[in-house]
């Protein structure tokens, strides 16, 4: 038996970088994964047929964050295709790379309602199914504790919201034994943060490795999170930052 064998996973944006590393690994570690994704059917597509041929579980569900019914929708899709839903990982979430003087109200609001509201409403919809011993694990960012990259002001606010909604809610779901947890990554080669120009070298010059992580990096935290090694894990911000806030 694999870790989390007879576990149901759903991944928020699963359909590109870093979500979609954690649908493969969690669903190789033994779940039934369920990712969203919002334009890339192609994408979230082959996602599903990369775990199925390897012979996992996997389904695709179109939902934006920012839209409740649709936030509700999947989480019931999920419950109704798998039975049940034990682990949660919102990883949906982009990043505005402006100064902060710069931002439109437009782009804080969006990245306002994708980075945390979306996270809020994502797991009120998830703990009404969510079983007892469930993990819900956020996708923060190293610049939710400590800020060193530029053009991220807005962003590593968000960041820093999830930080604390991770520990406060920490406390009010341990009764039913689920932990709640926040993996925070450092600079890590996605579409969201390219790993070449001018940003990227700052980035890379603020690890104490001198180089950025891989998409697999993150995944191997969030799967060791959603194991049942990690029981005693709660309402802890856990870094995977190449040495970024050391
Ligand atoms: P990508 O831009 O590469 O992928 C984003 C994924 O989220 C896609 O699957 C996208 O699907 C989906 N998505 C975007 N908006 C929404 C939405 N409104 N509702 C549902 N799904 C959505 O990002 P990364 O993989 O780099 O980042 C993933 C998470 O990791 C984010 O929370 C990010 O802040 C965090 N992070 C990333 C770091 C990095 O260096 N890459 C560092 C620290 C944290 P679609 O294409 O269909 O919209």
Not at 14 to 34: H, T
Not at 120 to 144: E, H, N, W
Not at 201 to 209: E, F, H, P, R
Request: charged share 20%; hydrophobic share 45%; proline share 2%.
């Amino acid at each position: 038996m694999s870790k989390l064998t007879n576990k149901v996973a759903l991944v928020t944006g699963g359909s590109r970088g870093i979500g979609a590393a954690i649908a493969k690994r969690l669903a190789a570690d033994g779940a039934s994964v369920a990712i969203t994704y919002t334009k890339g059917v192609d994408a979230a597509a082959s996602v599903v047929k990369e775990i199925e041929s390897a012979g996992g579980k996997a389904i695709a569900i179109q939902s934006d964050v920012v839209d409740v019914d649709a936030v509700k929708a999947a989480v019931e899709k999920t419950v109704e295709t798998f039975g049940q839903l034990d682990v949660l990982v919102n990883n949906a979430g982009i990043a505005i790379v402006k100064r902060f003087e710069e931002t439109t109200l437009e782009e804080i609001d969006r990245v306002i309602d994708i980075n945390i509201r979306g996270t809020f409403i994502m797991t009120q919809a998830a703990l009404k199914y969510m079983k007892d011993g469930g993990r819900i694990i956020m996708i923060g960012s190293c610049v939710g504790e400590r800020m060193m990259t530029p053009k991220l002001v807005s962003y590593s606010a968000t960041k820093g919201a999830i930080k604390m909604f991770t520990q406060g809610l920490s406390r009010e779901v341990a009764s039913r034994s689920i932990t709640v947890n926040n993996v925070q990554p450092g600079p890590i080669e996605t579409d969201l943060n390219p790993a070449t120009g001018d940003w990227a070298v700052s980035q890379k010059n603020n690890t104490a490795l001198n180089r950025y992580g891989s998409v697999d990096d993150v995944a191997a935290l969030v799967a060791f999170v959603a194991g049942p090694e990690a029981s005693y894990i709660t309402g802890a911000n856990l870094t995977v930052d190449g040495g970024t806030n050391a």
